[in-house]
């Protein structure tokens, strides 16, 4: 889990450190970055490290409580596992290995349409319910089906994804042939060499960690041999002609929580609220999707302002530390997502890296809590903001 140096890791720039030594090169990158010149996934990070806490003592730090409800559940740390594509390929069956780590946490994880593990390897985790994230498919019936299948498994929370009609340009896969396109010597550096100057993963989780298909649509993809025909059946399904009026639709067929994710603008988060959703999830996708949009720390006060008493609010992109926690819930939310860190984490060190990685966060919200005055999760609000 350490580094070379058998350092332990204390923060997520460590654990993307690990990460970026133990993953071929273009799982890496497909992680670590955004679209175009990564400027909203910089302004991300940035625009939360940018939020001032304030200081406040003498206040009994003793009763500090890091917990919150959110739609019926009890979750330990105001944190959710974001729905990452493929992020079970960062160690072997790594949504696997990450509902364990959640469980333990006391937090919620969400599955990606496109996560290597399926709804039911997942379900069989614990008696906590995953998360299920989705997106409008063209054919209404394998949305209907997969709806079906996931409620079976015991999801009661869906995360609809909303901002994905069109996908971003990311430059980093294109240099890496993720949309192909390469000539052989560059299949060849992004393909076995990859593998051979990263043995470990290519034994733990290219050799020994398959079936490494996207578990719940592979039943759908007819030609499935390799992650470009799973790419390209993506690519001919996702629905760019979606609109409020399927949310509408499928507000009528999912009959769990409804939770909104991609709303970074304040009239659409009103339309998610008349639609009937439960939740939204302020997000830019981690600047992965249109560069150049503002940050989600930015967004968040405006859109809380807007129809915060209306939902219940959360917000990912940036995320990283247990501080950041607090400067969310401090400007609206009631709790936060973490993608890429939690697969750094995983990569770095499976489920313990992982359990590891929610330990310390903990641990900083609960210095954050007791520092600013908050004390409880719950009664975190603008003041402890400068
Ligand atoms: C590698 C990667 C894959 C992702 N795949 C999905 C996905 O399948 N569905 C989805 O709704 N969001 C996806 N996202 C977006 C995340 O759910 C989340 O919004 C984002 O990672 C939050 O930003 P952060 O990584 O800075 O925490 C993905 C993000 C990354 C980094």
């Given at each position: 889990?350490?580094?070379?140096?058998?350092?332990?890791?204390?923060?997520?720039?460590?654990?993307?450190?690990?990460?970026?030594?133990?993953?071929p090169r273009f799982l890496f990158d497909y992680i670590d970055g955004g679209a175009?010149?990564?400027?909203?996934?910089?302004?991300?990070?940035?625009?939360?490290?940018?939020?001032?806490?304030?200081?406040?003592?003498?206040?009994?730090?003793?009763?500090?409580?890091?917990?919150?409800?959110?739609?019926?559940?009890?979750?330990?740390?105001?944190?959710?596992?974001?729905?990452?594509?493929?992020?079970?390929?960062?160690?072997?069956?790594?949504?696997?290995?990450?509902?364990?780590?959640?469980?333990?946490?006391?937090?919620?994880?969400?599955?990606?349409?496109?996560?290597?593990?399926?709804?039911?390897?997942?379900?069989?985790?614990?008696?906590?319910?995953?998360?299920?994230?989705?997106?409008?498919?063209?054919?209404?019936?394998?949305?209907?089906?997969?709806?079906?299948?996931?409620?079976?498994?015991?999801?009661?929370?869906?995360?609809?994804?909303?901002?994905?009609?069109?996908?971003?340009?990311?430059?980093?896969?294109?240099?890496?042939?993720?949309?192909?396109?390469?000539?052989?010597?560059?299949?060849?550096?992004?393909?076995?060499?990859?593998?051979?100057?990263?043995?470990?993963?290519?034994?733990?989780?290219?050799?020994?960690?398959?079936?490494?298909?996207?578990?719940?649509?592979?039943?759908?993809?007819?030609?499935?041999?390799?992650?470009?025909?799973?790419?390209?059946?993506?690519?001919?399904?996702?629905?760019?002609?979606?609109?409020?009026?399927?949310?509408?639709?499928?507000?009528?067929?999912?009959?769990?929580?409804?939770?909104l994710k991609g709303v970074l603008d304040t009239d659409d988060a009103r339309q998610?609220?008349?639609?009937?959703?439960?939740?939204?999830?302020?997000?830019?996708?981690?600047?992965?999707?249109?560069?150049?949009?503002?940050?989600?720390?930015?967004?968040?006060?405006?859109?809380?302002?807007?129809?915060?008493?209306?939902?219940?609010?959360?917000?990912?992109?940036?995320?990283?530390?247990?501080?950041?926690?607090?400067?969310?819930?401090?400007?609206?939310?009631?709790?936060?997502?973490?993608?890429?860190?939690?697969?750094?984490?995983?990569?770095?060190?499976?489920?313990?890296?992982?359990?590891?990685?929610?330990?310390?966060?903990?641990?900083?919200?609960?210095?954050?809590?007791?520092?600013?005055?908050?004390?409880?999760?719950?009664?975190?609000?603008?003041?402890?903001?400068?």
């Amino acid at each position: 889990m350490g580094d070379s140096l058998n350092l332990l890791p204390a923060s997520f720039a460590d654990f993307r450190r690990a990460a970026e030594k133990r993953l071929p090169r273009f799982l890496f990158d497909y992680i670590d970055g955004g679209a175009g010149a990564e400027v909203t996934l910089r302004r991300n990070t940035a625009d939360w490290e940018a939020v001032q806490l304030t200081q406040k003592v003498l206040r009994d730090a003793s009763r500090m409580d890091c917990s919150v409800d959110l739609f019926g559940e009890q979750l330990a740390l105001p944190l959710v596992l974001a729905p990452i594509g493929m992020g079970g390929m960062s160690a072997r069956r790594g949504e696997v290995q990450a509902k364990r780590a959640a469980d333990k946490a006391g937090i919620p994880f969400c599955l990606s349409t496109v996560g290597i593990c399926t709804l039911e390897e997942v379900g069989a985790v614990s008696d906590r319910p995953a998360w299920f994230q989705l997106y409008m498919l063209k054919d209404r019936g394998i949305v209907q089906e997969i709806l079906g299948r996931a409620w079976n498994s015991g999801v009661r929370t869906l995360v609809f994804t909303i901002d994905l009609a069109v996908l971003g340009t990311r430059y980093r896969d294109i240099r890496n042939g993720m949309a192909g396109g390469l000539g052989p010597w560059g299949r060849l550096r992004s393909g076995p060499l990859d593998w051979l100057l990263h043995p470990r993963w290519a034994w733990d989780v290219g050799l020994k960690g398959g079936p490494h298909g996207f578990g719940n649509i592979a039943m759908y993809v007819k030609q499935s041999k390799n992650p470009r025909d799973y790419l390209h059946w993506t690519g001919t399904q996702f629905d760019a002609s979606v609109t409020w009026k399927d949310i509408e639709w499928l507000r009528q067929v999912w009959k769990g929580n409804l939770v909104l994710k991609g709303v970074l603008d304040t009239d659409d988060a009103r339309q998610a609220v008349a639609v009937g959703a439960d939740g939204m999830i302020v997000s830019n996708h981690g600047g992965r999707q249109l560069d150049g949009v503002a940050s989600t720390a930015t967004m968040l006060p405006r859109i809380a302002d807007a129809v915060g008493s209306d939902t219940t609010l959360l917000v990912d992109g940036g995320i990283r530390s247990g501080q950041d926690l607090v400067r969310a819930l401090a400007l609206g939310a009631k709790a936060a997502l973490v993608g890429r860190p939690w697969v750094m984490a995983l990569a770095a060190g499976g489920e313990a890296a992982l359990s590891r990685y929610l330990g310390l966060v903990k641990q900083d919200m609960r210095t954050a809590l007791g520092l600013s005055g908050a004390i409880n999760a719950r009664d975190v609000g603008r003041g402890v903001l400068l």
